[in-house]
Nanobody
Framework: QVQLVESGGALVQPGGSLRLSCAAS????????MGWYRQTPGKERELVAV???????KYADVVKGRFTVSRDNAKKTVTLQMNSLKPEDTAVYYC??????????WGQGTQVTVSS
């Protein structure tokens, strides 16, 4: 049974930082690309950052220079460090695992609210 469990969401003031973590089980973690997506009410889920099985990274333009994605294959975790947070970063953040053959899996999401 595949499980992706996010943690770290919270209420934070503009300019603040948060660190999201996703713990994976039931997948061969090291062969999956791992990503973070976010969604706000009435909008489609959008890519925030992805890290490939080889460690390559890709970011949405709106978070470049502020967010950093990393992975620990031994611990089967992926982390999103978010700095200089803005109110428009408010969303539910979802962890995703992707493999071209084995498919995609999603976590249940963690709420990030940026507000003063």
């Amino acid at each position: 049974q595949v499980q992706l469990v996010e943690s770290g969401g919270a209420l934070v003031q503009p300019g603040g930082s948060l660190r999201l973590s996703c713990a994976a089980s039931g997948i061969i973690f090291r062969i999956n690309a791992m990503g973070w997506y976010r969604q706000t009410p009435g909008k489609e889920r959008e890519l925030v950052a992805v890290i490939t099985s080889g460690g390559g990274t890709k970011y949405a333009d709106v978070v470049k220079g502020r967010f950093t994605v990393s992975r620990d294959n031994a611990k089967k975790t992926v982390t999103l460090q978010m700095n200089s947070l803005k109110p428009e970063d408010t969303a539910v953040y979802y962890c995703n695992s992707h493999h071209a053959v084995l498919g995609d899996h999603w976590g249940q999401g963690t709420q990030v609210t940026v507000s003063s």
